[in-house]
């Protein structure tokens, strides 16, 4: 019985958050409303179905209930679809023709209480369409990612692949269940839990993971791979770091590009704005220059401007940052071993 209860605990905490990312979602007025909006009826086409998983395996349903909660796979598949077509495509917009796709969804929301949903013939053909259904757009939005690979930015491809994995993996577990394979089947809303704990994270995160923000950028995916190996032979070879007054405008001047254009390479290929990308690369000297024997008895100001800071402060900051100790403990871990 506690086992029972601790997973009714765990599958209803993740269908709570999923609702309440649902919500936030569709009321989201910044970046771009569209997208939120197909965001938000991912989320809540998942949370239905899986809602309906968690109240039948703990109550008995009636068939028009147990319906409501197929219905959810009707309208993941088609708006999964949009959603990666506006990502790619920068359209504001889908032309009306495409809301055409959500008519079996409509079709069956208005037909719940006529649908058998009783475990007879008609109800597993029923249930193995409305599988089907999420196949076939399931298909086509893994084709919308592969298409667009070459033309749009890695993370926008990251961020809608890791949607699709998601669904396709809820989506396996279903299929497993239609075919009557032996499958726990409270484990698919277990399941979801933590996919939706994962997404939470990720969302919330969107300083490090934000896909609208070189939206309107002209840099695709393969240039801004080509600019980020000029810029780190830049680095590498005429050790730009150790300038103190190097910015994102002398490097952009120093490359012929617009700073926009830099800080979006840097920023999709080593997931660092431009300061902690120059950081990392003083930090990387500076921890040479702690443990080399000729210069470990040098002072700590020494070692910060020879590593291209202009002040000691700036240099043990950023230090502790980047490896979590100071430069002093730094040099004593490393030399005492």
Do not use: C
Not at 179 to 208: C, Q, V
Not at 261 to 288: D, T
């Amino acid at each position: 019985m506690l086992a029972k209860n601790i997973i009714l605990v765990l599958a209803t905490l993740g269908l709570f958050q999923g609702f309440f990312l649902f919500i936030y979602l569709f009321t989201l007025k910044k970046g771009n409303r569209i997208l939120n909006i197909y965001l938000s009826l991912i989320l809540l086409g998942l949370t239905i179905r899986i809602g309906k998983s968690i109240l039948g395996y703990y109550i008995p349903l009636e068939a028009w209930q147990k319906n409501i909660g197929i219905s959810g796979s009707l309208i993941v598949g088609p708006v999964l679809w949009f959603y990666g077509i506006i990502l790619f495509q920068r359209s504001k917009t889908l032309s009306k023709s495409y809301y055409l796709h959500l008519l079996p969804f409509t079709l069956f929301a208005l037909m719940l209480t006529f649908i058998p949903s009783n475990g007879d013939f008609e109800t597993f053909w029923n249930y193995g369409l409305v599988v089907f259904h999420l196949a076939i757009y399931l298909i086509v939005s893994w084709f919308t990612l592969i298409r667009s690979n070459s033309k749009t930015t890695l993370k926008k491809s990251k961020w809608y692949r890791n949607i699709l994995i998601g669904v396709t993996l809820i989506w396996i577990y279903y299929l497993g269940n239609f075919l009557n394979l032996k499958l726990h089947y409270i484990w698919g809303p277990i399941f979801y839990s933590f996919l939706i704990y994962a997404f939470t994270y990720l969302f919330l995160n969107r300083d490090n993971f934000n896909i609208e923000k070189y939206e309107n950028s002209g840099l695709d995916t393969e240039n801004s791979i080509a600019l980020f190996k000029k810029i780190k032979k830049l680095f590498e070879n005429e050790n730009l770091f150790l300038d103190p007054t190097i910015s994102l405008n002398t490097l952009s001047e120093k490359l012929s590009k617009s700073s926009k254009e830099v800080s979006q390479s840097i920023n999709q290929n080593a997931q660092q704005n431009f300061r902690e990308f120059v950081n990392k690369h003083r930090i990387e000297r500076a921890k040479a220059l702690l443990v080399d024997l000729e210069s470990k008895d040098e002072k700590m100001a020494t070692v910060a401007y020879d590593s291209g800071f202009g002040t000691v402060t700036a240099f043990n900051i950023a230090f502790k940052k980047i490896t979590g100790l100071t430069p002093s403990a730094y040099q004593k871990e490393n030399i005492s071993n």
